[in-house]
């Protein structure tokens, strides 16, 4: 079993739609969490970063943490193409430097 | 904002030749460290370094090495490149400290034939 569980899609949706994105883990020492967009032939961009269990706002993103469950989420409201990439989840330990990711979702907003 | 370059955006080698992908950061951070992506396995983390000369393996460090001769630059050297070693490489770099993330160049994606 993978330590990051991330639903690799691919996920296709109408422009406007309020898009779920998800990861599960395994290791209750995550602690940081992240998550990163990347575009095609492009690195990651980070997008979000979050500690405590609960929701982070910026902008149309919202990512959501639920460490009882071992749950976090990213919610893209009003979306558009251009929000069409790879989202990939991303979680460190207390402490630690290296980074585990998700296998990455490829999303696709269809106008 | 940090600025992660990688030398190379496409690279085309033979096999059983020696590669060098560099990476260059301009935020004097710390940490910096090598992945490749590949479809269906996500990122995987090959070498990182904390500090100049100081270098760790990660999850896949077979058939690779790396070098930190200066604190902005951090090389990945494929040592006798092999097809199977066919993958998108990418640098990322951190300041010092645990729990940080990570800022990535884009990418240099490399076949070897």
């Known amino acids: 079993q993978k330590e990051v569980e991330q639903d690799p899609g691919p996920l296709s949706v109408p422009e406007g739609a309020i898009v779920s994105l998800n990861c599960t883990y395994s290791?209750?020492?995550?602690?940081?969490f992240m998550w990163y967009r990347q575009y095609s032939r492009k690195g990651p961009e980070l997008l979000m970063y979050?500690?405590?269990?609960g929701n982070k706002e910026d902008g149309r993103f919202t990512a959501q943490v639920d460490k009882s469950s071992k749950y976090i989420s990213l919610f893209i409201r009003d979306s558009q193409p251009s929000d069409s990439a790879t989202y990939l989840c991303?979680?460190?330990?207390?402490?630690?430097?290296?980074?585990?990711f998700g296998q990455g979702t490829r999303l696709t907003i269809n106008p | 904002d940090v600025k992660v370059t990688q030398s190379s955006r496409y690279l085309v080698k033979r096999t059983g030749e020696k590669v060098f992908l560099e990476c260059v950061q301009d935020?004097?951070?710390?940490?910096m460290f090598w992945y490749r992506q590949d479809p269906g396995l996500g990122l995987r983390l090959i070498y990182f370094?904390?500090?100049?000369?100081?270098?760790e393996k990660g999850d896949i460090p077979e058939g690779y090495s790396v070098s930190r001769e200066k604190k902005e630059r951090f090389s990945l050297i494929l040592e006798s490149a092999s097809t199977n070693q066919t993958s998108m490489y990418l640098c990322?770099?951190?300041?010092?400290?645990?729990?940080?993330?990570?800022?990535f160049g884009d990418g240099t994606r490399l076949s070897i034939l």
């Open positions: 290791n209750s020492a995550f602690q940081y």
């Open positions: 979050t500690y405590s269990s």
């Open positions: 935020m004097d951070h710390e940490n």
């Open positions: 370094s904390y500090d100049v000369k100081m270098k």
């Open positions: 990322a770099s951190t300041p010092e400290g645990s729990n940080q993330p990570q800022h």
């Open positions: 991303a979680m460190v330990i207390q402490g630690a430097q290296k980074l585990v």
